[in-house]
């Protein structure tokens, strides 16, 4: 797990959040139209920030799952392809994490096609090859809640790993991230299944010796893929492309998400 803190203007008052996961850059079904629209809306939007969390590219190799031969674009290119698309809105970009569909090239080879993204980027300190954990401040709340502060989120991301076809057990893994650490937020990816939930938690204050009843926002992501390929030979169900969108507010601690 690595930390990441990040300040933002104060001047912002809200943030929409928009996350990047699953696009499997060169594969034949991947929605280039929709991403390319996604990174626009990112760019010409001063409150939108992003996060790539993981299978940005297909990678598709002679020993993995998935037809290397039907790929649009090799594995080099998709890295070129990649760094190209994102470079403009790379100022907006929280954290980048490592795939799956990545990992494989670094489980054969110690090449690691993230970090170099992350490299070419000039990302460096925003990348981490598991998870990140998030320290995310910005806008200004009221003198008497935060002291004129910055407002706090804390975000955990991960990309996610394991199989299971029943939604049950998508949303299972989903929430199984709050055993790990305690946050406002957690963003899953890899399970293709678009989802937004709430949980009620009481956190402790240990320097006030209170506990307050809090929600916590567990997100989802989708895979920007059309219905083919290895998914359709393997019966797999169609996805939705329609990824969550979370909404942060700058002046006072508020959150949400929506497809």
Do not use: W
């Not at 998935?66 to 070129?80: I, R």
């Not at 970009?93 to 980027?121: D, F, P, W």
């Amino acid at each position: 797990m690595k930390v990441i803190k990040i300040n933002l203007p104060t001047e912002l008052t809200s943030i929409e959040l928009h996350i990047f996961a699953d696009e499997h850059i060169g594969d034949a079904h991947c929605d280039m139209k929709r991403l390319m629209e996604r990174i626009e809306h990112v760019k010409n939007t001063p409150n939108a920030y992003c996060i790539m969390n993981g299978d940005i590219l297909d990678n598709a190799t002679k020993t993995s799952i998935g037809d290397t031969y039907a790929q649009v674009f090799n594995p080099m290119e998709q890295l070129h392809r990649a760094v190209e698309l994102f470079g403009p809105i790379k100022d907006k970009v929280l954290c980048i994490t490592h795939g799956n569909h990545e990992n494989r090239t670094y489980k054969k080879e110690g090449i690691n096609l993230s970090a170099m993204i992350a490299n070419q980027l000039g990302l460096q300190d925003r990348y981490s090859p598991t998870s990140a954990l998030m320290f995310l401040r910005f806008g200004k709340g009221s003198p008497s809640a935060t002291r004129g502060r910055r407002i706090l989120y804390t975000i955990y991301a991960l990309h996610g790993s394991g199989g299971g076809r029943k939604e049950g057990a998508k949303a299972i893994r989903l929430a199984d991230m709050a055993a790990i650490v305690d946050v406002d937020i957690y963003i899953h990816s890899h399970t293709h299944l678009p989802m937004i939930m709430k949980q009620g938690f009481h956190r402790v204050d240990l320097t006030n010796s209170s506990v307050a009843l809090v929600d916590k926002l567990f997100v989802n992501t989708a895979a920007n893929l059309n219905y083919g390929g290895y998914g359709e030979a393997q019966e797999f169900k169609p996805s939705s492309k329609e990824t969550p969108v979370i909404y942060l507010d700058g002046k006072r601690k508020q959150f949400k998400a929506r497809l």
